[in-house]
């Protein structure tokens, strides 16, 4: 038996297997495609990912589908609440990794993690059935199956919801304190490319003023429009987001206070003189968002992901 800790790092583990099956159970996964994808070069990978708390983000799976690896076989367990929370890692014929690492960037470093590695045949081969009965289970679903869309898109809600609140209710501290948190997965994000005309702002006042009448006036908010169907609203009532224009400039964190909707715009208020609890200051960042605006406006993205972060704060 073996102890792995903050001296040793999983990755290098990896790198040493060859030709042999690799299987990773983890309650969630970030930020270790490249793994996979070394590790899917020369090993058959089974990777299955838990949805307690819809923590990883559809990105990274996303990502790992895009591999089109022929040697990845990958499962999310949809039964969220009541979803794996293993991190375990076998590879065939007798090594058992298990302990506190989830499969993420941090966790495999295991700066602030720990896993115990056992080398036995017959340890293996009693996960390895658990892994399988595991597998048996009605919403443990393969990527590649028919049912496998229709769940991660409601997935993708859960993850946007399950973030949202996450961020609205952090206290303010750094960019550095916040990567450092592997629950840290996205910001929601609204980009604008035009000022909002007075004729909208009227109708804006008009509809919230008839909703809360303590509004006085419209110097008591600032105001975001987005068109879509009222069922497609990518932003919560309540959730704090990242603002830009398409150029990166202007950004800021504004927490869309009450959402309105009528004639195919939803109204988006964000109450001047309440308090937001910005996770970090924006300004940390600002300077990226001219470099990647542009792009993330053309894509129609909503969503910031850890990686867009981690990209911009390295420039």
């Known amino acids: 038996m073996k102890i792995l800790d903050r001296f040793s790092d999983l990755e290098q583990l990896f790198d040493s297997v060859n030709n042999s099956k690799v299987t990773i159970v983890s309650a969630f996964a970030s930020g270790t495609e490249s793994i996979i994808k070394n590790l899917a070069a020369t090993n058959k990978v089974e990777l299955i990912i838990g949805t307690i708390n819809s923590f990883s983000s559809p990105k990274y ?76 289970e009605s919403l443990v679903i393969n990527s590649e199956s028919k049912e496998f869309n229709q769940k991660f898109n409601l997935y993708k809600q859960s993850f946007i919801e399950s973030q949202s609140a996450n961020q609205a209710g952090k206290t303010k501290s750094n960019l550095q304190t916040w990567l450092a948190d592997d629950h840290n997965q996205a910001i929601p994000l609204f980009i604008w490319d035009s000022d909002i005309e007075a004729e909208e702002y009227e109708r804006a006042f008009i509809l919230i003023e008839d909703k809360e009448p303590e509004v006085e006036s419209k110097e008591s908010y ?94």
């Not at 990502?63 to 990845?72: G, P, S």
């Not at 105001?223 to 990518?234: A, V």
């Open 61 to 136: 799976i996303d990502n790992l589908i895009e591999l089109k690896a022929e040697n990845l076989s990958m499962y999310m367990d949809f039964r969220y609440g009541m979803s794996t929370h293993w991190k375990l890692y076998l590879i065939k014929p007798d090594i058992v990794l298990i302990g506190s690492a989830n499969f993420t960037s941090l966790g495999v470093s295991l700066k602030r993690d720990t896993l115990v590695q056992i080398d036995s045949e017959e340890l293996y081969r009693e996960y390895i059935s658990k892994v399988e009965n595991l597998k048996s």
């Open 222 to 315: 600032r105001l975001s429009t987005y068109k879509c169907k009222p069922n497609e609203l990518p932003y919560l009532e309540g959730s704090l987001v990242i603002t830009m224009n398409d150029k990166g400039s202007y950004a800021a964190f504004e927490r869309f206070d009450r959402i309105l909707y009528k004639d195919g715009v939803h109204y988006l208020y964000s109450f001047k003189g309440k308090r937001k609890n910005a996770p970090f200051d924006i300004s940390e960042i600002a300077s990226g968002f001219k470099l990647i605006a542009n792009e993330l406006y053309q894509n129609e993205q909503t969503v910031l992901y850890r990686e867009n972060i981690e990209a911009v704060w390295k420039k």
